[in-house]
Each structure stands twice: as structure tokens, then as C-alpha cells.
């Protein structure tokens, strides 16, 4: 079983409609991340979570909003999506704590793929 | 400005052979980190290596290793013995600090495709 887990794997929806992406690990990890993965674009930070009680903005959060529910879940929502909102998105994990072996590496979920129509 | 370089779109390599993916690095921080990811046409983000600034040797996982050069800034991974699971896209990527959160830039991607 995956340690990042992401839920759903794969959504059509519609321009307009809320669609939330959600996101829970088994690493114990205490920092997550919301990615969106465009072509030729790479991979772009969406929010970030340092723990519970401390979300920031990343590169583009317009459109986006986010809740961490636990240290372990972390979902994603689109309020009304868009066409260009259609992406591969990422939930990944660090370790602020024991990580430092690893450059506190960030490790990823197998990704959402969503499309709006 | 901080930026990753991976100057090959696409490389291809027979099975059993080796193969190094390029990636050189633009960063003025004396900390820093680099690693590398794969991703399958399926979509998931894999991390296969780690390599940080002040590392003196070159890291190893397994077929994987990192040819890191710093006075070149280049971080280019090496994969022994390719096997046709190997084929996939490889992104380089490098974290600098930024406050209390670590920002991580990636480089384009390399396509490998590994042939029978």
C-alpha cells in the first residue's frame, strides 16, 4: 500500500462544479504539499502545511483552497473549477524532524488526475 | 536565479547497459540539496536519490547513483544494468531553503526509453 494516498486517482468534471482531492500518509510526516503537474510547466506548488494549525500560499493558490484535517490528511478543493485547472495533481510528505539524511525529501502521492470540461 | 538544467529531452539505452542522465544546477546557496525522481507513463512520482551540498561522497541506492560534481554544479544521475521497468520520465530537481519551508525546483524531465 502506498504511504501517500490520494483520492480519486482520476475525475471528469465540470467548469463551475467544487471538487475536492483528498490526501492522507502513513509516513507520520508532519509537512504536506499540494503540487499541480502541467507539460512543459513542471511541477508547481499549490499550498503547503507545516502542521495542523499552519497552511501557506504557494505559487498559485488562486483558485485553490486546502484543509488540513490531521496531521495525516490534507485535502485539496477547487470552489468552481475551470478548464485550465485541468492537471496531474500531487500530494507529497516531508519529515521536518528525522528527515535530515534525506534533505527531508519530499515524497509524493501516485497523483490525481483531473479534467474539466 | 535559481534553476535546474536537463539539456536531454529524451535518451534511449539498451537493457543490461548503463546510462547518465545530465543535470546541472544554477543556485548562489552554500546549503542545498538535489534529487532525483522518476515517473512512469502512470503518472507517480517516485524519489530514487538524494545528494546534499555538503556530501562529500557521491550518493548510491542501489542501481542508482549520482555523479555530483559541485565546483561544475552538475548532479547527473547514473542507472547500471537498465532494465525495460527503467523506461520512464526523470526530473532533477534541487531544494534551497526559503524561511521555514524548502523550496523545490525541478528541471524539465528526461524521457528514458530502454530497449530489449
Known amino acids: 500500500d502506498a504511504d501517500v494516498t490520494q483520492t480519486p486517482r482520476n475525475r471528469i468534471t465540470k467548469t463551475g462544479k467544487r471538487i475536492m482531492l483528498e490526501c492522507s500518509q502513513t509516513?507520520?510526516?508532519?509537512?504536506m504539499y499540494w503540487y499541480r503537474q502541467d507539460p512543459g510547466l513542471g511541477l508547481r506548488l499549490i499550498y503547503y502545511?507545516?502542521?495542523?494549525?499552519?497552511?501557506n500560499k504557494g505559487e498559485i493558490s488562486d483558485g485553490y483552497s486546502v484543509s488540513r484535517q490531521a496531521q495525516a490528511k490534507f485535502s485539496l478543493s477547487l470552489e468552481s473549477a475551470i478548464p485550465n485547472q485541468t492537471a496531474l495533481y500531487f500530494c507529497?510528505?516531508?519529515?521536518?524532524?528525522?528527515?535530515?539524511?534525506?534533505?527531508?525529501?519530499?515524497?509524493f502521492g501516485e497523483g490525481s488526475w483531473l479534467t474539466v470540461v | 536565479a535559481q534553476k535546474i538544467t536537463q539539456t536531454q529531452p529524451g535518451m534511449f539505452v539498451q537493457e543490461k547497459e548503463a546510462v547518465t542522465l545530465d543535470c546541472t544546477y544554477d543556485?548562489?546557496?552554500?546549503?542545498?540539496?538535489l534529487f532525483w525522481y522518476k515517473q512512469p507513463s502512470s503518472g507517480e512520482m517516485i524519489f530514487l536519490i538524494y545528494?546534499?551540498?555538503?556530501?562529500?561522497q557521491n550518493a548510491t541506492e542501489g542501481r542508482y547513483s549520482l555523479n555530483f560534481q559541485k565546483a561544475r554544479k552538475s548532479a547527473n544521475l547514473v542507472i547500471s544494468a537498465s532494465q525495460l521497468g527503467d523506461s520512464a520520465m526523470y526530473f532533477c530537481?534541487?531544494?534551497?531553503?526559503?524561511?521555514?519551508?524548502?523550496?523545490?525546483?525541478f528541471g524539465a524531465g528526461t524521457r528514458l526509453a530502454v530497449h530489449p
Open positions: 507529497a510528505t516531508s519529515d521536518s524532524t528525522g528527515g535530515a539524511n534525506r534533505g527531508n525529501t519530499i515524497y
Open positions: 509516513k507520520g510526516h508532519d509537512r
Open positions: 502545511s507545516f502542521d495542523v494549525k499552519d497552511i
Open positions: 543556485t548562489s546557496d552554500q546549503s542545498y540539496g
Open positions: 545528494q546534499g551540498s555538503y556530501d562529500e
Open positions: 530537481a534541487m531544494r534551497r531553503p526559503m524561511g521555514g519551508y524548502n523550496k523545490l525546483i
